[in-house]
């Protein structure tokens, strides 16, 4: 849907692996191009437009606009947040 090519990786895991790598690069133990030693591609994906998700990406859109201004208030600052 977004027309982006992306990119494959060895282990697919997810949000776990990911947030282990962010982990290691905030205390130092790992730089941003380590990610290729940790978890290496190994395939592309290009996109493939596909004509039946394009209503869906426009409603997306539509309602993104919308309410983007929204995700910027905090709870306790007026805007009906909680927490």
Known sequence: MTGLPQELRRVTLGAS???AFLAA???G???AEAIDRWNPP???CDPRPVPAY???WRIFRALY???K???RLR???GGGGTG
Do not use: N, S
């Open 17 to 19: 692996y990911g947030d």
């Open 25 to 27: 690069q905030a205390i």
């Open 29 to 31: 133990a790992a730089d």
């Open 42 to 44: 190994v395939g592309c």
């Open 54 to 56: 394009e209503t869906h």
């Open 65 to 67: 606009e919308r309410t």
């Open 69 to 71: 201004d929204l995700m």
């Open 75 to 77: 709870p306790g600052d």
